[in-house]
């Protein structure tokens, strides 16, 4: 039960288990800030915020703020037992507090695992449009990106993804949504 949870701040190295073995992904994301679901001291969920991957994200997000900070929520993991019991909302809602002031935070919600943003919905999220499906070239197992060389013509079709954005002040949501 919720009321039995707490959440606290854990050390990267604490959130591989779930990430290789129970998140989809299955790989780790640049993480600043990890945080960890607890019920009666057993960890039952990770969340963790990261610099966004991409350059244009931050620019576009950010080019009027200064003194701002953009983060992504780029993993949240439960046990899948805890899945759809308002966990999820209930454990973003508190890393959110954890996360230093004057901070926004996007995440995306993928498509291809039949993902829309319930938990992002429920905590008040601005949702801000869905980037359509795209192919992504890959070389050794790796986005074209992560390569210095990159000599392979496999791409491999990425879903459409649900951007929604949090700690946006009303005065800039407004302006955002005109300019998207």
């Known amino acids: 039960m919720i009321e039995n949870c707490t959440v606290r701040r854990i050390k ?5 288990t779930f990430l290789y073995f129970i ?18 001291n057993n960890l039952i969920g990770v969340c963790t915020f990261g610099y966004p991957a991409s350059p244009s994200v931050i620019k576009s997000l950010l080019k009027d703020s200064e003194n701002k900070i953009l983060l992504e929520l780029n993993r949240l993991c439960l ?46 999220w601005l949702y801000t449009g869905k980037q359509e499906e795209s192919f992504m070239k890959y070389c050794n197992g790796k986005h074209a990106r992560h390569q210095e060389r990159f000599d392979s013509e496999y791409k491999q079709l990425i879903s459409s993804k649900y951007r929604y954005i949090y700690g946006w002040r009303q005065k800039n949501k407004e302006r955002y949504v005109e300019e998207y």
């Open 23 to 40: 998140h989809y992904a299955r790989r780790m994301p640049q993480i600043t800030y990890a945080f960890g679901l607890f019920e009666n």
């Open 79 to 124: 046990k899948p037992e805890y899945n759809g019991k308002n966990y999820g909302s209930y454990f973003v809602s508190k890393c959110l507090k954890f996360l230093p002031n004057e901070t926004y935070v996007v995440s995306y919600a993928d498509s291809g695992w039949s993902h829309c943003g319930y938990v992002y919905q429920a905590t008040n």
């Open 12 to 16: 990267r190295e604490d959130t591989r």
